[in-house]
């Protein structure tokens, strides 16, 4: 076995986005894609970071190292649900979408993440999909839990409220904010904490948890709002940073790259 072959990083981080895998129909076609909300792209590129779109593959679930090798960060994306199964959960009436690939691929990826030390950045869905990786369930419909659908108030329109952040988290550093206005757009959340990751930022009406994060890591946070919907967030911002201040990543094995 030869020793870690470690990547010079030159020029802009790279950072990986997962994709979404939806039914789209423009102009006279009408075919299922991988496609991520453009907002992502602008924040990252705005941050100094080249964005890479990773759409479910299942060799890549199977071996994540040949994707992780490529990357400096790792942003889990919004989208449809979790699927209860991968957290052993029967699904609640309101869970009416699933895309059982692309929770595959983005387990596989979330796990090898956090052991590599990759930078992780998980957004909305990500951040439900950081706790299942780490062990933990979901809330399947958080109006059941808080008692109003104040988060996701109208399908398509973002729901603007505050967060407050445990003073000191990264939560915070990353926002550059102790309380912070964000948007939102979500019914589902987190329920028992998966292992290593702790609670750090709660919505200011309600008490639901917004925030999540892993201290034994550099940089592994997760948040139930859209930073990349926000010009003003610092968020993408902090996690492009922490891509370009990390050590490069070393390749997993000695196969050749193209």
């Known amino acids: 076995m030869g020793h870690p072959v470690y990547l010079c990083r030159v020029g802009r981080p790279i950072i990986g986005i997962c994709a ?63 699927d209860p199964a991968s957290y052993g959960a029967r699904p609640h009436p309101e869970v009416t979408r699933t895309v059982p690939e692309r929770d595959r691929f983005e387990l596989a990826l979330a796990h090898r993440a956090l052991e590599r030390e990759l930078p992780v950045l998980a957004i909305c869905r990500g951040m439900q999909m950081l706790n299942v990786a780490c062990g933990g369930t979901l809330l399947q419909h958080v109006p059941d839990v808080v008692g109003h659908e104040a988060h996701r108030h109208t399908l398509g329109q973002f729901a603007d409220h505050e967060v407050e952040l445990e003073p000191g ?68 911002a902090a996690l492009v940073d922490e891509a370009r201040r990390a050590p490069a990543q070393p390749r997993s094995n000695m196969r050749a790259r193209s």
């Open 20 to 82: 979404a895998v939806e039914r789209v129909k423009w102009g006279p076609w009408d075919a299922t894609v991988a496609m991520m909300p453009s907002a992502y792209i602008r924040a990252v590129q705005a941050a100094g970071g080249l964005p890479v779109l990773l759409p479910p593959d299942d060799g890549a679930a199977e071996d994540p190292d040949e994707l992780l090798d490529r990357l400096d960060a790792l942003i889990l994306a919004g989208g449809v649900d979790v």
């Open 169 to 236: 988290s990264l939560a915070a550093r990353a926002v550059g904010s102790e309380r912070s206005a964000v948007k939102s757009h979500h019914h589902q959340g987190v329920d028992e904490l998966g292992e290593g990751l702790v609670a750090s930022g709660w919505a200011d009406a309600d008490g639901l948890v917004e925030a999540i994060e892993n201290r034994d890591r550099r940089f592994v946070l997760g948040v139930l709002w859209h930073p990349e919907e926000d010009e003003s967030s610092r968020l993408v």
